[in-house]
C-alpha cells in the first residue's frame, strides 16, 4: 500500500542511522515535535531534558540545511511533518555473572527520520465580517423580582 501526496508542497527529509539509543526513548520526545513549526521544535528540543533530544536536534539541523540548500526553502517556515524512529540493529554483548553464568546485554539503536514540508496556507479567503446591528430596543415591560433559591426552597418547602 503507497500513500500519495495530495497537495503541492516540497517535502524534505532528513535521516539519522545507527544512533545508539532504543526507539522506544526517541519515540518520547519525537512525538513533543510531530507537527509543530521548526522554530518551535528547535525550543522543545533544546529545553528537553532526555539525551534523545540532543540527537534529534542534529536531526532537525540537517533537514533544515537540506531544505534550505536543496530546495531553496525558508527553514523557520517549514512544519514538521512526520517524525519517527525505527528499530535499527540490536549490538548483542555478554555480561560473565557468578558460577559460571552469563547475562546478555542488548546494546539497542535505531534509525531517526524527520520529514519537514511547508507550511500551509490556507488557499480561500476568509468573507470579512458583517458590522453587528444593534438591537432595536423595545419598551420596558415591569418585571418582578426573582426569587432567591432559599426563599424557593422555604415556599416548595411549604406546599
Not at 542511522?17 to 518551535?40: C, F, N
Not at 555480561?95 to 547475562?103: D, E, I, L, S
Not at 546485554?105 to 527520520?113: A, E, G, L, N, S
Request: charged share 35%.
Amino acid at each position: 500500500m503507497s500513500t500519495v501526496a495530495t497537495d503541492d508542497r516540497t517535502r524534505v527529509r532528513a535521516q539519522a542511522k545507527w544512533v545508539r539509543m532504543s526507539a522506544r526513548k526517541a519515540r518520547v520526545v519525537l512525538d513533543h515535535v510531530r507537527g509543530r513549526t521548526v522554530p518551535e521544535a528547535r525550543t522543545i528540543l533544546a529545553f528537553t531534558p532526555r539525551a534523545a533530544a540532543t540527537e534529534i536536534e542534529r536531526v532537525l539541523r540537517s533537514a533544515v540545511a537540506n531544505a534550505e540548500t536543496n530546495h531553496g526553502l525558508d527553514g523557520d517556515e517549514l512544519v514538521v511533518e512526520a517524525a519517527y524512529a525505527d528499530e535499527g540493529p540490536t549490538l548483542k554483548r555478554w555480561k560473565p555473572r557468578a558460577r559460571g553464568r552469563v547475562n546478555r546485554i542488548r546494546k539497542r539503536t535505531c534509525h531517526v527520520t524527520l520529514v519537514l514540508a511547508e507550511v500551509e496556507h490556507p488557499a480561500t479567503r476568509r468573507r470579512p465580517r458583517k458590522p453587528a446591528e444593534a438591537p432595536a430596543e423595545a419598551p420596558a415591560a415591569e418585571e418582578k423580582p426573582k426569587a432567591s433559591r432559599r426563599r424557593k426552597k422555604k415556599e416548595g418547602a411549604a406546599a
